[in-house]
C-alpha cells in the first residue's frame, strides 16, 4: 500500500505542473509573451501604409503635395513630350473631352449631369500648365481623378503640353 501512495505523490507531482502549463498554452490563461518581430513598425496586408516621416519630401516633388498649390510645368514640351502626350490623351481623355479637345467624346452623350467641356475654350484657356496637371491628377468636379491611369507625373505632363498644343491649333 504504501508503495500505491508514494507512485500516486510521485504522478500528483510530475501531473500538476502539466496541467498548469496546459492552462497558459492553451490560452486559458493569456499572457502577453515577448515577440520581437512584432514590436517593430510596420504594416501588414490591407493595413493602411505607414505615415511619412516628419520633413520627408516626395522624390516626386510637389506633384504629390496637393497643399503646396499648382506645380510649374517641369517637362520641355518638345516633339518627344508631345508624342508621348497625343497618346495617353488618346487613350484616358478623349472618351469624353473628344480628339481634338472640343467636348464631344463618345462618351460625352451619355454624361447627363456635367458635360465635359471644350478643352479650347474659356476657362481651360485660363488654367496654368499646374492648374490642368492637378486637374488631371486630383479630378474636379464630375471629372474623376486620373492618377491612377497616368501614374508618373510625367506622364501628366506629358498630357498637358499635348491639351496645350490642341489649344494652339494647328
Ligand atoms: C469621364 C469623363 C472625363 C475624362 C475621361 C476626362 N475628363 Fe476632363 N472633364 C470632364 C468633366 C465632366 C469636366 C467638368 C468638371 C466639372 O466642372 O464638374 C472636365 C473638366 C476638365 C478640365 C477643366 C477643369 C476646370 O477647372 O475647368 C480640364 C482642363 C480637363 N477636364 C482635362 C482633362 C484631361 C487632360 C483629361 C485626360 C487626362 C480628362 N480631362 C479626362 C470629364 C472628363
Known sequence: MAVLKR??????????????????????????????MEIQPSFIAQEAPLPLPARSVPIQGAA???????????????????????TQFE?????????????????????????PPSLLEGRPLTLSDGEIFMTITNGVGK??????????PEMRWDVVNYVRSLQKGP
Open 91 to 115: 487613350i484616358n481623355c478623349v472618351i469624353c473631352h473628344g480628339a481634338t479637345g472640343k467636348g464631344n467624346g463618345p462618351f460625352a452623350a451619355f454624361l447627363v449631369e456635367k458635360k
Open 64 to 86: 504629390y503635395i496637393p497643399e503646396l498649390g499648382a506645380p510649374p510645368n517641369p517637362v520641355p514640351a518638345d516633339a518627344a513630350s508631345l508624342e508621348r502626350g497625343k
Open 143 to 152: 471629372m474623376p481623378s486620373l492618377k491612377e491611369n497616368l501614374p508618373t
Open 7 to 36: 507512485l500516486l505523490i510521485v504522478l500528483g507531482l510530475a501531473v500538476t505542473p502539466l496541467l498548469i502549463g496546459l492552462l497558459f498554452t492553451y490560452d486559458i490563461i493569456k499572457i502577453e509573451w515577448i515577440s520581437f
